[in-house]
T-cell receptor, first 120, second 113 residues
């Protein structure tokens, strides 16, 4: 079955960096891009960006542009999201997700989420 | 960027009744090449990732109960939950995937009256 399994919770100090992983299984990894969505405590969903697992192309939301890098590692079927210069308002649960099926849209598969806490 | 605005922010509906959630996009999300509205609806319960309910504005995801339905086109969309069940208590989000960033609405919290 299709699964996205994320790395564990992180606690970081302001100004530090965090790298969250998302390991995919159950399908051909390079056939679907991966989207990252975050959710601050008690808040709504925020689309952060997308990476093509086929060629590494990326699209980021302007709010985190310059601080975020998404990368893909085909041999391990893993996507990474690195966020730098962390601030307190980066405290959130970070989700990776995949389209339900090619060409239809809609994020049909989600990781379990990774809580990143930024605190001094 | 496309701004998605949901209404209401919260609502309380009696068991067995109908809940209606609206979503408005700041520009059309109708993709002319296939005449599909690039809009999805999600349900999120506490401590869980979102669950896809509807894609293409009105196509129900496999396994989603038929009491969930989506409608609308262009810039105005609706999620309707008929015959409300206790397990439908959740926050509901719309999302456009017409242009990046694929923005979400702010969410609508659904409770039982």
């Amino acid at each position: 079955q299709i699964q996205l399994v994320q790395s564990g919770a992180e606690v970081k100090k302001p100004g530090a960096s965090v790298k969250v992983s998302c390991k995919a299984s159950g399908y051909t990894f390079t056939s679907y891009g991966i989207t990252w969505v975050r959710q601050a405590p008690g808040q709504g969903l925020e689309w952060m960006g997308w990476i093509s697992t086929y060629n590494g192309d990326t699209k980021y939301v302007q709010k985190v542009q310059g601080r975020v890098t998404m990368t893909t590692d085909t041999p391990t079927s893993t996507v990474y999201m690195e966020l730098r210069s962390l601030r307190s308002d980066d405290t959130a649960v970070y989700f990776c997700a995949r389209d339900r099926f090619f060409g239809t849209g809609g994020l049909g598969y989600w990781g379990q989420g990774t809580l990143v806490t930024v605190s001094s | 960027d496309i701004v998605m605005t949901q209404s209401p922010d919260s609502l309380a509906v009696s068991l067995g009744e109908r809940a209606t959630i609206n979503c408005k996009s700041s520009q059309s999300v109708l993709y002319s090449s296939n005449n599909k509205n690039l809009l999805a609806w999600y349900q999120q319960k506490p401590g869980q990732p979102p669950k896809l309910l509807i894609y293409w504005a009105s196509t129900r995801e496999s396994g989603v109960p038929v009491r969930f339905s989506g409608s609308g086109s262009g810039t105005d969309f609706t999620l309707t939950i008929s015959n409300l069940q206790a397990e439908d208590v959740a926050v509901y989000y719309c999302q456009q995937y017409y242009n990046t960033p694929h923005s979400f609405g702010q969410g609508t919290k659904l409770e039982i009256k």
